[in-house]
């Protein structure tokens, strides 16, 4: 954080600098970092991608009661912000699991579940204050910029941004739609978004001190209820997320705040009676409307079974199967997500002997995703892979994107999710899952695929 230079003065120039107007007190400085995307081509990318997500989640109508006042609270927040000013525009997406997402250039939504565990005003406006950070420090495009750097070499992406980076963009298959991987932020920016979003609050009236009380209920609840994963997946915690919000408000100046308004409590007593749909249930929405594509049966049923293989234990949905046995590879899937050695939704459970033997879990980890490539030669890597821990087993985490055996209507293939998480095991292999979806499916089977690696004991 950097301190306003005020702040940082010795008593005696402390009188000197009190007669001019006071200071307002330390504010984290928005961070900026290279960004492709000019600030027209960022408010653009960020309304089609809005465009489309009734798509892909139910909104409430826009003259829903509940949808004005996130939106009068929004633009409320939204004028403390910062730096640039962007077109915020605020939604409520009729979904109970707890999560907020914010797109390139100002669009936001948070759902209904949010609302519906916010105990204030207060709370709720810390997670949409952290949107807003998001949008004000362009955490969205600044990392779809580090992705195509990686991808194509600065010179030639140079020349290529004449004919836009949007155009780039889709040719790298780099989107923001609902699930985009572009909406998970990484620790860092979570961080950022999180001091930002304390000063925001602090400056709109709020106590940013509700913002720490509702990351540590979420972080209480995380494991035992599958409705806040959503936002800590799309939103890790950076580590310490509370005291750290706790720290940046005990560097600003006492105030009194609003915690509460009448407003709040006739929202709150108006979600209360309603009954947002889960993510599960909006995915089964989208297989039945005639404009989905051919992936009929692939939903999860709610009820878990479990599968006991020689090295691992793993529950999987009920409806799906198990392809293979105790002591080989196996993939479980919906029937209808495999054909012959393709398989465009599930998990493939395998191991890998790296080469040579011997070798950490990263390094393993980028020899098995070389190997991998071989048999997908348009699979990549995409962002920055992740140390996780699976009932105390320490793991790898990498998402991948490549073409499904899915087509599109035009014959090509759709893109592809591919989620891989890797172990180490004593013998020198690794165990290694692939939790793969269509791109577009992947948010709403993320759940369950969560819900399994958390229930995988190895042997
Ligand atoms: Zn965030």
């Known amino acids: 954080m950097k301190v306003c230079q005020h702040i940082a003065l010795g008593a005696a120039m402390w009188l000197a600098v009190s007669l001019t107007p006071l200071p307002l007190g330390a504010r984290v400085e928005p961070t900026h970092g290279f960004d492709l995307f000019s ?45 640039e000013k962007w077109p915020y525009t605020f939604r409520v997406v009729n979904q109970k699991e707890v999560n907020a997402f914010a797109l390139p250039g100002g669009p936001i939504f948070v759902n209904l579940g949010t609302i519906q ?8 406006a810390g997670v949409m204050a952290h949107e807003i950070s998001h949008v ?37 298959g780099i989107s923001f739609g609902v699930g985009s991987y572009f909406l998970k932020n990484s620790r ?20 940013p001190r509700a913002l720490a009380t509702f990351f540590a209920r979420l972080k209480e609840q995380s494991g035992r209820s599958t409705m ?27 105030k ?24 599960q249930q909006i995915s089964a929405q989208q297989e039945a409307s005639p404009a989905a594509p051919a992936t009929a049966g692939v939903t999860p049923s709610g009820a878990m079974r479990t599968f006991s293989h020689d090295q691992y234990q793993i529950s999987c949905p009920e409806n799906w199967r198990v392809f293979g046995d ?40 980028q020899d098995l995703i070389a190997w ?52 180490n095991r004593p013998d020198g292999s690794l165990l290694y899952l692939i939790f793969i979806a269509p791109d577009k499916d992947f948010v709403g089977l993320r759940p369950t695929f969560e819900q399994m690696l958390k229930s995988l004991q190895l042997k």
């Not at 565990?117 to 709720?124: G, I, R, T």
């Not at 860092?188 to 106590?207: K, P, T, V, W």
């Not at 087509?407 to 989620?419: A, C, T």
């Open 39 to 83: 600030r027209d081509e960022e408010i653009q990318v960020g309304q089609e991608a809005a465009a489309a997500i009734p798509k892909q989640a139910p909104l409430l109508p826009e003259n829903d009661p509940v949808t004005k006042y996130v939106q009068r609270m929004g633009a409320n927040l939204a004028s403390y912000a910062p730096g």
């Open 117 to 124: 565990v916010a105990h204030s005003e207060a709370e709720l």
């Open 136 to 172: 004000v420090q362009r955490h969205g495009t600044r990392a779809a910029t580090k992705q195509m750097a990686a991808e194509v070499p600065l010179a030639i992406l140079g020349s290529l941004m004449g004919r836009g980076v949007l155009s780039q963009m889709a040719q790298l």
């Open 188 to 207: 860092q920016a979570e961080s950022e978004a999180d001091l930002l979003g304390a000063d925001i609050m602090y400056d709109a009236g709020y106590n």
């Open 228 to 254: 806040v994963e959503q936002f800590l997946s799309d939103h890790p915690d950076p580590g310490n997320r509370s005291q750290a919000v706790l720290a940046e408000a005990a560097t600003l100046p006492k």
């Open 256 to 279: 009194t705040f609003l915690n509460d308004s009448a407003d709040f409590r006739r929202i709150k007593a108006r979600v209360a009676e309603m009954k947002p749909l889960t993510a």
């Open 326 to 365: 105790q002591s080989s590879s196996v993939t479980i899937a919906p029937p209808s997500g495999v054909s012959g050695n393709a398989v465009s939704y599930g998990v493939i459970i395998s191991d890998y002997r790296p080469q040579p033997s011997g070798q950490s879990l990263d390094q393993a980890t």
């Open 372 to 423: 991998l490539r071989q048999s997908n030669p348009d699979q990549r890597e995409i962002g920055h892979d992740e140390d996780i821990r699976v009932n105390s087993a320490p793991g790898k985490s990498v998402d991948l994107i490549g073409n499904s055996p899915l087509k599109d209507s035009g014959g090509k293939p759709i893109q592809e999710r591919d989620w891989l998480v890797t172990f």
